[in-house]
């Protein structure tokens, strides 16, 4: 069964860059889904980030896209997130996640602040 | 494409039936799924394509609609369903996807 775990700081300064990475095991992300991002600030609801496939194609939240960079690694069977000049708003827990038609398996999430 | 969900928050009883909400400002066809969030977890896929169960999903739980205008029931509480639901919809193409607000479904 595909497994999934963020890894990266859980605390950035304003104006810097959140980088996150999502590890893939018991899967090969080249196997033909699309893999991606979803962040949830606490308390409040779940807000699509982006998806990338194993080619690097990548779809972007039209309201991040401007501060977003999705990449991928097929040799170490991961894929990354950079989200730059972050502000308070961008505080959430962050899921990486497996995307086939729809989003059937999630890591379990990790926790941003962005504080200075 | 914008979803609304309602109510925000449903309060029942262990062996009631929940009847959660989810409306599109647009027509998404049967694009539609449901997810479900307990406190300090990551969701889970319920229902996709409007009314398939996922795998490992119990025959409570159900999904209807199509078009605008979608229905996730329950059709008799358990304790372990309390929990948050949402809807989310995704475009064919480009593979773009948006959730709802939410409903949460907690013990009276």
């Known amino acids: 069964q595909v497994q999934l775990q963020e890894s990266g700081p859980g605390l950035v300064k304003p104006s810097e860059t959140l980088s996150l990475t999502c590890t893939v095991s018991?899967?090969?992300?080249?196997?033909?889904?699309?893999w991606g991002w979803i962040r949830q600030p606490p308390g409040k609801g779940l807000e699509w980030i982006g998806t990338?496939?194993?080619?690097?194609?990548?779809f972007y939240n039209p309201s991040l896209k401007s501060r977003l960079t999705m990449s991928v690694d097929t040799s170490k069977n991961e894929f990354s997130l950079k989200l730059y000049s972050v502000t308070a708003a961008d505080t959430a827990v962050y899921y990486c996640?497996?995307?086939?038609?729809?989003?059937?398996?999630w890591g379990q999430g990790t926790l941003v602040t962005v504080s200075s | 494409i914008v979803l609304t969900q309602s109510p925000v928050t449903l309060s029942l009883s262990p062996g009631e039936r929940a009847t959660l909400s989810c409306r599109a400002s647009?027509?998404?066809?049967?694009?539609l799924a449901w997810y479900q969030q307990k406190p300090g977890q990551a969701p889970r896929l319920l229902i996709y394509d409007a009314s398939y169960r996922a795998t490992g999903i119990p025959a409570r739980f159900s999904g209807s609609g199509s078009g605008t205008d979608f229905t996730l029931t329950i059709s008799s509480l358990e304790p372990e369903d309390f929990a948050v639901y949402y809807c989310?919809?995704?475009?064919?193409?480009?593979?773009?996807?948006?959730f709802g607000p939410g409903t949460k479904v907690d013990f009276q």
């Open positions: 018991s899967f090969s992300i080249t196997n033909g889904f699309y």
């Open positions: 989310q919809q995704r475009t064919n193409w480009p593979p773009t996807f948006t």
């Open positions: 996640a497996r995307y086939g038609d729809w989003i059937d398996s």
């Open positions: 990338i496939f194993h080619s690097g194609t990548t």
């Open positions: 647009q027509s998404i066809s049967n694009y």
